[in-house]
C-alpha cells in the first residue's frame, strides 16, 4: 500500500507541476503515466515475491522442521548429511551422527557432530528430539538393521536406510533412494571382497548373452553386465513383456549399449542356432529355467524339455560356435536331489560340466540357494498374505533355507564367472541357513503388526519334494 501510494503521489505532483507550466516536460504527459505503473510493478512485485517467499520459510520453521539422527559417518553418511542440508524441501535437519569409529567421536561433518556410538542409540533417542534414524552405512550386516529397526519400533520413530553396497554399485548415495528397512535389510551379511578388474576382464566390449533375461535372475544380470561396457547385450526370453520391461529398463540407463531384445524359447534348438549365428556371443550367461519345486512335481514333462533339454540346446550350439565361456546358473537342490526341479538341475549341471571336460572350453556352474524378492519366493507370498489380513502360511515350524538378495547374488556369479577355467561347480557363500518362521515373524513385524496377535501364523505341512534343510554339498 505504501509503495502504491508513493508511485500515486509523485506521478500526480509532476503532472500538476507541468499543468501549471512550473516545469516544462522533455517527454508526451502519457510518458508519466507509463513510468507509474512500470515502478508500481518492479518495486511492488518484487517487495511482493520476497513477502511470500519469507512467508513460506516461516511456515517451514514453524514447527514442521523434522530432526534426523544419522547412522554411519563414513562417505554415505557425509553425502546424506549434505544432501539434506541442499535440499530444504525435505524438511529434515541433521542434528548429529552415530558411529562405531573412535577417531570420529567429537568431529564435526557439514557442521553436524559424531555425538556418540550406534550401541548407545536408545538412550540418545531419549535425550535428543529424534523424528527420524537415518541408517547410512551401506555395509552395515543385517544384525546391527535388526537392532537398530528394533529400537526405532519400540519409541515408535521413522527409521529409513540407504541401500546396500550392491545396489549402490555403479550408482551412488542419494537421499532419493532413502527407504523404509525391509526383509532384505535384515537378512544382510557382511559384503564380500570383489575383484571388478577380473570381472572386467571377460565382460568388458564382449559380446553378452543371457537367457531367461526376463526373470529375477536373468534382468539383474542384464543390469550388472551393462555397467561393465560390453560391446552388446543380448536379451533372450520366452516371455515378451518381460523382456520388453528389462530392455526398457536398461536402454533408459545405459542409452549408448546396443541391446538386442530376442524373443525364443531354449527348447527351440533351430532357433537357438538361427540367434548365435546372428549375433556371435562371446559369453553366455544360461539363467533361463524352470525353478519352482511344486510345480514341476506335477509338470515334470515340462521341466524336463526346458530345464534339462534347453540346457543341451544352448550348451552345444555355444560349444560349436566356439564361445569361449558359459555361465549355467543352478541351485541348491541340484544337490542330492529329492524334487523333479532339483533333478533335472542336477541333469543340466552334468551336460555343462561334461561339455567343459570334452572341448576344454571355460564352462562352469554356479549354485546358490534362494533369492529375496525374486517372483513366486516365499517373500511376495507372505506380503500378500498379510496384506490381506492372514493367515500367513509356513510349511514346518523347522522348515530353513538359505536366502541371498538378487544383487549380492548375480555380483557373486559374476565373480565366480570371471574365475572359472571350465569344469568348476562354484557354490556362493549363503551364510546361515534362516527359519522360515523367523522370516515370517519378521515380514509381520516390518509391516507394524505383531505376529501370533494381529497376524496369524499357520502351518500346512512340508510338500512333496520338500527337505526340512537344504544342502549345499554333496
Same mark, same amino acid.
Given at each position: 500500500i505504501a509503495v502504491t501510494t508513493a508511485s500515486v503521489l509523485t506521478s500526480g505532483l509532476m503532472l500538476l507541476l507541468i499543468a501549471f507550466d512550473l516545469i516544462k516536460p522533455g517527454m508526451p504527459r502519457s510518458a508519466l503515466g507509463i513510468d507509474w505503473l512500470i515502478s508500481l510493478i518492479l518495486i511492488g512485485g518484487s517487495r511482493f515475491a520476497l513477502r511470500i517467499l519469507a512467508e513460506q520459510n516461516n511456515n517451514l520453521s514453524n514447527g514442521k522442521t523434522r530432526h534426523a539422527l544419522i547412522l554411519g559417518a563414513g562417505d554415505a553418511g557425509a553425502l546424506v548429511v549434505r544432501e539434506l542440508q541442499k535440499s530444504s524441501q525435505l524438511n529434515l535437519v541433521p542434528i548429529g551422527f552415530l558411529d562405531d569409529d573412535p577417531a570420529k567421536q567429537n568431529h564435526q561433518i557439514y557442521g553436524v557432530s559424531v555425538i556418540g556410538k550406534i550401541e548407545q542409540l536408545e538412550k540418545t533417542l531419549d535425550t535428543k528430539q529424534v523424528d527420524e534414524v537415518i541408517i547410512a552405512i551401506p555395509s552395515a550386516p543385517g544384525r546391527i538393521i535388526r537392532l537398530?529397526?528394533?529400537? $526405532?519400533?519400540?519409541?515408535?520413530?521413522? /527409521?529409513?536406510?540407504?541401500? *546396500? =553396497?550392491?545396489? #549402490?554399485? %555403479?550408482?551412488?548415495? @542419494?537421499?532419493?533412494? !532413502?527407504?523404509?528397512? &525391509? =526383509?532384505? &535389510? !535384515? #537378512?544382510?551379511?557382511?559384503?564380500?571382497?570383489? &575383484? &571388478?578388474?577380473?570381472? *572386467? @576382464?571377460? #565382460?568388458?566390449?564382449?559380446? =553378452?548373452?543371457?537367457?531367461?533375461?526376463?526373470?529375477?535372475? %536373468? /534382468?539383474?544380470? $542384464?543390469?550388472?553386465?551393462?555397467?561393465?561396457?560390453?560391446?552388446?547385450? =543380448? #536379451? !533372450? %526370453?520366452?516371455g515378451e513383456n518381460s523382456i520388453f520391461e528389462s530392455f526398457m529398463e536398461i536402454k533408459e540407463d545405459f542409452a549408448s549399449l546396443t541391446i538386442h531384445p530376442v524373443i525364443a524359447d531354449v527348447r527351440d534348438k533351430n532357433r537357438i542356432e538361427e540367434i548365435f549365428k546372428t549375433y556371435q556371443p562371446e559369453v553366455v550367461f544360461h539363467a533361463a529355467a524352470h525353478k519352482h519345486v511344486p510345480l514341476m512335481e506335477i509338470n515334470v514333462e515340462e521341466a524336463v524339455t526346458n530345464n534339462v533339454l534347453g540346457t543341451r540346446n544352448v550348451v552345444e550350439t555355444a560349444s560349436k560356435h566356439k564361445v569361449e565361456r558359459v555361465v549355467f546358473i543352478s541351485t541348491d537342490k541340484a544337490v542330492n536331489p529329492i524334487s523333479i526341479m532339483g533333478a533335472t538341475k542336477r541333469l543340466a549341471e552334468m551336460i555343462v560340466l561334461d561339455s567343459a571336460h570334452k572341448n576344454h572350453l571355460a564352462y562352469s556352474v554356479v549354485r546358490f540357494g534362494n533369492v529375496l524378492g525374486s517372483r513366486g519366493s516365499v517373500v511376495p507370498i507372505f506380503k500378500n498374505q498379510i496384506a490381506r489380513g492372514g493367515p500367513v502360511l509356513v510349511t514346518h515350524p523347522d522348515m530353513q533355507r538359505y536366502f541371498m538378495t538378487i544383487p549380492e547374488a548375480v555380483h557373486l556369479v559374476l565373480q565366480a564367472a570371471s574365475m572359472g577355467k571350465g569344469g568348476e561347480v562354484f557354490m556362493l557363500n549363503m551364510g546361515e541357513q534362516v527359519r522360515i518362521l523367523d522370516l515370517a515373524e519378521d515380514l509381520i513385524r516390518l509391516s507394524g503388526l505383531e505376529p501370533h496377535r494381529d497376524i496369524e501364523i499357520q502351518f500346512t505341512g512340508v510338500r512333496s519334494g520338500e527337505k526340512l534343510k537344504e544342502e549345499l554339498f554333496e
Amino acid at each position: 500500500i505504501a509503495v502504491t501510494t508513493a508511485s500515486v503521489l509523485t506521478s500526480g505532483l509532476m503532472l500538476l507541476l507541468i499543468a501549471f507550466d512550473l516545469i516544462k516536460p522533455g517527454m508526451p504527459r502519457s510518458a508519466l503515466g507509463i513510468d507509474w505503473l512500470i515502478s508500481l510493478i518492479l518495486i511492488g512485485g518484487s517487495r511482493f515475491a520476497l513477502r511470500i517467499l519469507a512467508e513460506q520459510n516461516n511456515n517451514l520453521s514453524n514447527g514442521k522442521t523434522r530432526h534426523a539422527l544419522i547412522l554411519g559417518a563414513g562417505d554415505a553418511g557425509a553425502l546424506v548429511v549434505r544432501e539434506l542440508q541442499k535440499s530444504s524441501q525435505l524438511n529434515l535437519v541433521p542434528i548429529g551422527f552415530l558411529d562405531d569409529d573412535p577417531a570420529k567421536q567429537n568431529h564435526q561433518i557439514y557442521g553436524v557432530s559424531v555425538i556418540g556410538k550406534i550401541e548407545q542409540l536408545e538412550k540418545t533417542l531419549d535425550t535428543k528430539q529424534v523424528d527420524e534414524v537415518i541408517i547410512a552405512i551401506p555395509s552395515a550386516p543385517g544384525r546391527i538393521i535388526r537392532l537398530v529397526n528394533d529400537v $526405532c519400533r519400540r519409541k515408535g520413530i521413522t /527409521s529409513r536406510i540407504i541401500p *546396500g =553396497i550392491y545396489e #549402490l554399485i %555403479g550408482g551412488k548415495v @542419494s537421499v532419493n533412494r !532413502l527407504r523404509e528397512v &525391509d =526383509i532384505t &535389510d !535384515l #537378512l544382510r551379511r557382511e559384503p564380500v571382497k570383489i &575383484d &571388478d578388474q577380473l570381472i *572386467g @576382464s571377460i #565382460l568388458t566390449n564382449k559380446r =553378452i548373452l543371457v537367457t531367461g533375461a526376463g526373470g529375477s535372475i %536373468g /534382468s539383474e544380470i $542384464c543390469r550388472q553386465v551393462a555397467r561393465w561396457n560390453p560391446s552388446q547385450l =543380448i #536379451l !533372450l %526370453g520366452h516371455g515378451e513383456n518381460s523382456i520388453f520391461e528389462s530392455f526398457m529398463e536398461i536402454k533408459e540407463d545405459f542409452a549408448s549399449l546396443t541391446i538386442h531384445p530376442v524373443i525364443a524359447d531354449v527348447r527351440d534348438k533351430n532357433r537357438i542356432e538361427e540367434i548365435f549365428k546372428t549375433y556371435q556371443p562371446e559369453v553366455v550367461f544360461h539363467a533361463a529355467a524352470h525353478k519352482h519345486v511344486p510345480l514341476m512335481e506335477i509338470n515334470v514333462e515340462e521341466a524336463v524339455t526346458n530345464n534339462v533339454l534347453g540346457t543341451r540346446n544352448v550348451v552345444e550350439t555355444a560349444s560349436k560356435h566356439k564361445v569361449e565361456r558359459v555361465v549355467f546358473i543352478s541351485t541348491d537342490k541340484a544337490v542330492n536331489p529329492i524334487s523333479i526341479m532339483g533333478a533335472t538341475k542336477r541333469l543340466a549341471e552334468m551336460i555343462v560340466l561334461d561339455s567343459a571336460h570334452k572341448n576344454h572350453l571355460a564352462y562352469s556352474v554356479v549354485r546358490f540357494g534362494n533369492v529375496l524378492g525374486s517372483r513366486g519366493s516365499v517373500v511376495p507370498i507372505f506380503k500378500n498374505q498379510i496384506a490381506r489380513g492372514g493367515p500367513v502360511l509356513v510349511t514346518h515350524p523347522d522348515m530353513q533355507r538359505y536366502f541371498m538378495t538378487i544383487p549380492e547374488a548375480v555380483h557373486l556369479v559374476l565373480q565366480a564367472a570371471s574365475m572359472g577355467k571350465g569344469g568348476e561347480v562354484f557354490m556362493l557363500n549363503m551364510g546361515e541357513q534362516v527359519r522360515i518362521l523367523d522370516l515370517a515373524e519378521d515380514l509381520i513385524r516390518l509391516s507394524g503388526l505383531e505376529p501370533h496377535r494381529d497376524i496369524e501364523i499357520q502351518f500346512t505341512g512340508v510338500r512333496s519334494g520338500e527337505k526340512l534343510k537344504e544342502e549345499l554339498f554333496e
